[in-house]
């Protein structure tokens, strides 16, 4: 596979995260927007978010279906296609000023169908990374799609800040928020002319000519990968939920309870994802070097310890300490991230790969990444207690590090002892 078309995988993730993410760094502005304000408004808007991933495991089985039936290269194209007319639909929206209640309705029914074209995107291009790496470089390699997607974050989260800071309340309410959804499809419709340009898969390639590329997928996975994807759930369970809460909810958090305005809270979240960009790369490296294993459950303790009192700083409204709170979140969930992308995939021969991230990564991310922001929130606004949040990751790391423990390594030249799967 040429390096061109690795790059133009690895580096097209910056709009698929761009993209999903900038609802959730916008939130409290959409609530006001398409929900009307009010104190209700922002969990209902990121109620929105989670139906929206109800769809995610839909569209990653479907086209992880295409994937593994008609290559990488045809997967990745539809549903790049799919959320830039999403992200161009959104930007056009009539808002709750203009047509009432309906306007909420249809901002979820867009999110569902940015959804569904997400569940293809980041699976496709980890698989097609791994398939395309050296062997001694996956986890560096897939790692780059991680960062990408962060780039993506960081993207979506600036100019959002900007955005705000740059408008009056009135302006930005009006039309302002509409120029971040604009940029998002600009930048799909580019992927997509990149992506026009890139090879098939050399383990696609393998497959047909050995003639196994499977004609049913969803039951070839289902028969034959049933560890592969309990194990790859768990893996992503942690990785979404660390990333989800302890990133993407943050700035929604930083408004809601700990007193920060929203143009303070998204440059905040800014800082956290120029950590999660920085941390990524070494991540992918040490588990090339020292195995996924080791690094994933150094990670998940870390998540079980660290997320209670990082909140709790957030909370506080000291901004040095929320600064502090953000950083160390954004790291633990940056690795996770970044070692997660290559281990789940690793789960997986080549014959099925796509479908089997779809039934166990993806699916784990639509219940531990689309709902639990809206949780966290409804917790926070419920009981009071801010640790709630990091409460929540702490739960679920804690659940994880068994299952991590009794899982064979997956790291080429670290492997011992290969179980069949």
């Known amino acids: 596979m040429s390096k061109g078309s690795m790059a133009v995988a690895a580096f097209s993730t910056v709009v698929e995260w761009y993209d999903f993410t900038l609802y959730l760094y916008l939130a409290t502005v959409l609530s006001r927007v398409f929900f009307g304000g009010g104190e209700t408004s922002l969990v209902i808007t990121l109620g929105g978010f989670a139906v929206a991933y109800l769809m995610r495991p839909l569209g ?4 992880g279906h295409i994937g593994d039936r008609f290559g990488r290269r045809m997967t990745m194209l539809m549903s790049v ?22 306007a909420g309705v249809l901002l979820i029914l867009i999110r569902c169908v940015m959804g569904f074209s997400v569940g293809g995107e980041y699976t496709g291009v980890v698989a097609y990374l791994l398939e395309g790496a050296p062997a001694h470089r996956r986890g560096l390699i897939a790692s780059s799609a991680s960062a990408a997607s962060e780039i993506g974050a960081l993207l979506a989260v600036g100019v959002s800040a900007v955005t705000v800071h740059l ?22 419709g ?23 590329v499977p004609a049913r997928p969803l039951l070839h996975s289902l028969k034959n990968h049933k560890r592969g994807i309990a194990r790859a759930f768990a893996i992503s369970a942690l990785g979404s939920i660390t990333y989800y809460v302890g990133i993407t909810y943050v700035p929604a958090f930083l408004t ?17 994802a120029v950590v999660v960009i920085l941390v990524t790369p070494f991540a992918g490296i040490a588990s090339d ?27 506080g409204g000291v901004e040095a300490r929320a600064l502090l709170g953000a950083l160390v979140l954004a790291a633990v969930a940056g690795g996770v991230s970044a070692v997660g992308a290559v281990a789940t995939a690793e789960q997986f021969p080549g014959e099925g790969r796509l479908t089997g991230l779809a039934l ?16 966290a929130e409804l917790l926070v606004a419920g009981t009071g207690w801010t640790m709630a ?24 030249g670290r492997i011992r002892a290969a179980s069949p799967d």
């Open 256 to 272: 809601s309870a700990g007193s920060f305005g929203e143009t303070q809270a998204l440059w905040l979240a800014t800082a956290a």
């Open 60 to 63: 990653a089985v479907v086209f």
């Open 389 to 412: 949040p990091g409460a929540m990751i702490a739960v679920v790391a804690l659940a994880v590090v068994p299952v991590l423990w009794w899982s064979p390594e997956t790291a080429p």
């Open 190 to 212: 580019s992927v997509w002319i990149a992506r026009s340009t890139m090879q098939e898969s050399p383990d696609f390639e393998r497959q047909k000519a050995a003639g196994t």
């Open 289 to 315: 070097r020292w195995g996924r294993k080791p690094v994933l459950i150094g990670l998940a303790l870390a998540s079980a310890v660290l997320p209670m009192t990082m909140f709790s700083l957030m909370a």
């Open 167 to 188: 408008l009056s309340a009135a302006d930005l309410d009006g039309w302002g928020w509409r120029i971040p959804f604009l940029v998002g499809a600009a930048l799909a």
């Open 360 to 375: 166990g990564a993806t699916a784990a991310t639509a219940v531990f990444g689309g709902f639990t922001p809206w949780i």
């Open 81 to 102: 296609a799919l959320m830039t007319a999403a992200m161009l639909a959104t930007a056009f929206l009539p808002t709750y000023a203009q047509i009432g209640p309906a």
